[in-house]
C-alpha cells in the first residue's frame, strides 16, 4: 500500500524511479532560499507587472512536492525564504541563512553571488543558482560550489540561432536597447551567430524616448526601413520595453524574435506536453499565477536537492554535490528530456522552450544538431568554450 502511494506520487510529479522505502529514515533536510530584491527597470508599459513572490513561488511549489515524497520516506524537510530588500546587507543574510544550513538557493546578481559564494562560511557550502543568467558565472567566474538551475544567456541565444539556422533565415537584423542587460544579450546573440555560422547584417541601437503606444505605427517602419531585406528581426530588449511594439510595425512583412514575437526562454506558461500541464495547473493553483522562468529555476533548484537526497539517503552538501553531478543524477523537468548538470561548471543541461504568446513552436536543441555526449550541450557554453577550472578534479 505504502509503496503504491509512493509510485503514485512519483508519477505525478514526474520523478524517474521509485526510490527505496526508508532510504533516509529520520533524516533532517535544511534548505535556505535566499533573494536579493532587485527593482525592476521602469518600462513604458505597465502590462506585465513583476510578481513580488517571483522565483519565491517556484520553491514554494517544490517545498511541498518534496515534503509530499518526505512525508513517506521519513525526511524532515525545513525551507526558510528570505528576501533581502533593495539596499539591505546581503552579505549579513548569507552567513545567517549558512549558519543555519550547508544548502542555499539563491537569487541575486551575479556579484553578490560570488559574495556568498567566497564567504569563508560558504567554502564547503552547495549554492544552486536559480537567479542570474550572466555567463562569466559559467566561464572565468565560476566557483566549485556554485551549480546553476538558472538558464545562461548563450543557451538562450544558441537556442534561436539553431531555430534560425533549421529555418534558414541567414539575412539577420538586430535592433538592440542600450542598457547593460541589453547589451549582454546583444554580446550573446553575436556569439551564438558566430558558432553557428550566421552573421548578422544589419543592426541598429534603439534610443527614442519618445512613448511608442502613440508613435510605434510612425516610428517603427520608418526605424526598419533599412532591414527590409532581412529575413527576420532580432530584438535585443532585456525588459521587453521597446521590443513588444516591433512585430507587426515593421516596414517589411518579417517575423521577429529574441525579446518579442518568438522567444527562448527557460519556461513559459504555453508548454504543455511531457506531463508539463499538471506542473502548470499545479503552480496556478499555488500562486495563481502563471509559472515564469525563476519560477521554474526554484523549482528546479530545491528539487534537485529532494531527488539527490531521496537517492543518497543523506543531507550533507559534500554528499550531494558529488551524487548532483554524477553520471546517476537526473531530474524529471517536464521538458521531455531528463535534466542533468555539466560536470565542466555546474551548468544545469536543459531542453530551452520557443514559443510564442499563444504556444510553443519548437524546443532546442533542434533536430539535426548533434553532440558527442549529449545535443544538450549544444546549448550555453561546451566544456572546452567555457574555461571554468574550478570543477577540475
Not at 518534496?66 to 552579505?91: E, H, I, K
Not at 512583412?253 to 506542473?279: F, H, K
Request: proline share 6%; net charge negative.
Amino acid at each position: 500500500m505504502l509503496r503504491s502511494a509512493i509510485c503514485a506520487f512519483f508519477a505525478l510529479t514526474g520523478s524517474l524511479a521509485v526510490p527505496s522505502v526508508g532510504s533516509a529514515d529520520g533524516l533532517a533536510v535544511s534548505v535556505h532560499y535566499l533573494r536579493q530584491f532587485v527593482p525592476p527597470p521602469p518600462t513604458l508599459s505597465n502590462l506585465d507587472p513583476v510578481p513580488e513572490d517571483l522565483g519565491v513561488a517556484g520553491g514554494q511549489l517544490a517545498k511541498s512536492d518534496n515534503l509530499t515524497t518526505g512525508q513517506f520516506l521519513g525526511q524532515d524537510w525545513n525551507v526558510a525564504f528570505t528576501t533581502v530588500p533593495d539596499g539591505g546587507d546581503f552579505v549579513a543574510a548569507a552567513r545567517a541563512a549558512l549558519a543555519e544550513t550547508d544548502l542555499v538557493i539563491v537569487d541575486a546578481p551575479a556579484n553578490q553571488l560570488l559574495q556568498l559564494a567566497d564567504l569563508p562560511e560558504a567554502r564547503e557550502a552547495l549554492i544552486l543558482n536559480a537567479g542570474s543568467d550572466t555567463p562569466a558565472l559559467r566561464a572565468k567566474d565560476c566557483r566549485a560550489n556554485v551549480l546553476h538551475t538558472a538558464v545562461s544567456l548563450p543557451m538562450r541565444s544558441d537556442a534561436l540561432m539553431q531555430f534560425l539556422t533549421k529555418k534558414r533565415w541567414t539575412k539577420i537584423a538586430m535592433i538592440e536597447g542600450q542598457q547593460p542587460n541589453d547589451m549582454a544579450l546583444a554580446n550573446a546573440i553575436d556569439t551564438s551567430a558566430r558558432k553557428f555560422g550566421l552573421k548578422i547584417k544589419w543592426r541598429k541601437t534603439w534610443s527614442f524616448d519618445a512613448d511608442m503606444r502613440r508613435n510605434a505605427a510612425d516610428e517603427v517602419p520608418l526605424f526598419t526601413q533599412d532591414m527590409a531585406k532581412a529575413d527576420v528581426i532580432l530584438v535585443a530588449d532585456a525588459a521587453n520595453d521597446f521590443a513588444r511594439y516591433i512585430p507587426y510595425n515593421t516596414w517589411a512583412p518579417q517575423p521577429v524574435i529574441g525579446s518579442d514575437g518568438l522567444i527562448a526562454s527557460a519556461w513559459a506558461p504555453v508548454v504543455e506536453q511531457w506531463g508539463a500541464a499538471q506542473l502548470q495547473s499545479r503552480f496556478k493553483d499555488s500562486a495563481d499565477r502563471a509559472m515564469r522562468p525563476k519560477d521554474y529555476a526554484a523549482w528546479a533548484a530545491l528539487r534537485t536537492i529532494g531527488e539527490a537526497v531521496t537517492r543518497t539517503g543523506a543531507a550533507d552538501a559534500k554528499t550531494l554535490r558529488r551524487y548532483i553531478l554524477s553520471d546517476d543524477f537526473e531530474l524529471a523537468g517536464f521538458l521531455g528530456r531528463p535534466l542533468t548538470f555539466r560536470q565542466w561548471n555546474g551548468q544545469m543541461r536543459q531542453p530551452i522552450p520557443l514559443t510564442h504568446a499563444s504556444a510553443m513552436v519548437a524546443r532546442a536543441p533542434l533536430e539535426g544538431f548533434l553532440h558527442p555526449r549529449t545535443e544538450l550541450d549544444t546549448l550555453g557554453l561546451d566544456a572546452p568554450e567555457s574555461g571554468c577550472t574550478a570543477f577540475e578534479g
